[in-house]
């Protein structure tokens, strides 16, 4: 990596400026080094330079807002090996928790906190930082030469972004400990790396700040939805198209993220691409009740349908063909934004949008199957609870039988006598008992007909179901 020399001038921000006596050169977008100007150097032993790299933002000055340091290797810490110390409250903190009677303020002065920053060129100027690519000369520099090497991402993948985040990352000893984990770019819940083609469709990342520091942490959609951490879901946990991260219990709202995959979809030529991108949004936006979500869902069935249909794209993302369902007063309203009535008349694309059999069939599909997954869901807890219940009784009737089996060889072994009458109340006792839970196991066998068609009194006495009249 090419830098300007230290004694070179050009002038305002492009050139050096000085501070604390130090003689300072811009540097690029992406850029690290070790020791002076902008990095301590033996410190605090000889021989112990510091390592220092800016990340994206640069202020009104001319500045970089994010600048990192990094120890020595011998004083790191496991979880600053990778994201370093990303404020001067930070790096206090640490100069103080490893060096109690170190001169804080001598130390900040033995380098410049401030980095000028290079102006940037065209390509640079662009509002998404993830465009921004790293320096060629950093991408093939080997982990074992680099001074950032530790900063390696732990998975091996070399198009993760863990070094290019633009703000510091909370401490992570959880997930972040295991060998080979990334939270960068590999899933929480499954642990596979995450794949970056179309950004947002695969995967979810956290932006939540947890006191001042962001999250990161990702996960695959499909393995959020499987897991019941993204989408609608009751119960305890709440959704409403929404992703609960399970490393900060931050909610997420997908929504906008839908928003998002829907205008990545208007850039993508391929169909098949388009479609399971769109999958992916009902699936986040099926069963919210949210008026947004509702409203985002039936404009992504509508595209989808006519997509099937054989439209081609073109006509697939025209805007007079949107439209919203509303509800005003109970009545359930269809509005056309583009092509409003006149005359208190339909327009035509708006007559033939209500009575488009594709959109219908795909909302009926989609509620078909989710009746049926409800279904199979409430019959397998049936079946469970029956099973469990079921063979509990058969267990004890069994039990009743081999104590019977018992006191009857007892009581042939036994001469009559006044102690063998005495003997033979109780096993007359049990015998009786035996036929009440057998009359109770025949009551428990209608089941078998199903829980709807057995009645309430044998499900309230036998399976402990309450069941409404």
Not at 142 to 157: I, Q, R
Request: glycine share 6%.
């Amino acid at each position: 990596m090419e830098i300007d020399s230290p004694d070179g001038s050009s002038g305002s921000i492009s050139g050096t400026q000085e501070e604390n006596g130090f003689r300072l050169y811009p540097v690029a977008v992406g850029d690290y080094g070790e020791g002076l100007p902008y990095a301590p150097s033996d410190w605090p032993n000889p021989g112990d330079n510091w390592v220092w790299r800016v990340g994206k933002r640069i202020a009104s000055s001319g500045h970089f807002l994010d600048r990192y340091l990094y120890p020595p290797k011998h004083l790191q810490d496991s979880h600053r090996k990778k994201n370093g110390l990303a404020s001067k409250q930070s790096v206090e903190q640490f100069v103080r928790s490893k060096f109690p009677n170190a001169d804080v303020i001598a130390f900040f002065a033995s380098f410049s906190w401030k980095i000028p920053a290079k102006p940037l060129r065209l390509f640079e100027m662009t509002d998404d930082k993830e465009d921004i690519a790293p320096s060629k000369e950093i991408e093939e520099t080997s982990v074992s030469d680099s001074p950032m090497g530790d900063l390696a991402c732990k998975a091996g993948n070399r198009s993760c972004i863990a070094l290019e985040s633009s703000s510091g990352v909370m401490f992570c000893d959880i997930c972040c400990s295991e060998p080979g984990f990334c939270r960068a770019c590999c899933c929480i819940l499954c642990c596979k790396t995450i794949s970056t083609s179309h950004v947002g469709y695969s995967y979810i990342r956290c932006e939540a700040l947890v006191k001042g520091f962001t999250c990161g942490h990702v996960a695959h959609i499909n393995c959020a939805l499987r897991a019941y951490m993204a989408g609608t879901v009751g119960g305890t946990i709440g959704l409403d198209a929404e992703y609960y991260c399970r490393r900060c219990d931050s909610r997420l709202d997908l929504v906008s993220h839908v928003r998002k995959l829907l205008k990545t979809c208007e850039s993508i030529n391929s169909r098949n691409d388009i479609e399971r991108i769109l999958s992916v949004g009902i699936s986040i936006l099926r069963n919210s009740q949210r008026a947004s979500g509702k409203q985002l869902l039936h404009h992504i069935s509508f595209v989808m349908a006519k997509l099937r249909s054989g439209a081609e794209l073109e006509d697939v993302w025209k805007k007079e063909d949107t439209y919203e369902v509303t509800q005003e007063n109970g009545a359930l309203e269809l509005k056309n934004h583009n092509e409003p009535p006149e005359n208190g008349t339909f327009s035509t694309s708006l007559m033939s949008s209500i009575f488009d059999h594709r959109v219908e069939t795909l909302v009926l599909e989609d509620e078909i199957d989710q009746i049926l997954l409800a279904l199979k869901k409430s019959q397998e807890s049936e079946y469970r609870l029956a099973e469990e219940t079921l063979y509990v009784q058969k267990n004890y009737i069994q039990d009743l039988y081999q104590q019977l089996e018992h006191e009857r060889c007892e009581l042939s072994r036994r001469a009559p006598s006044a102690d063998a009458d005495a003997l033979l109340d109780p096993f007359l006792s049990k015998v009786n008992h035996l036929k009440q839970e057998m009359t109770k196991l025949k009551d428990m066998k209608e089941v078998a007909k199903g829980f709807g068609r057995t009645p309430k009194r044998i499900l309230k006495e036998h399976f402990n179901l309450e069941t409404e009249n």
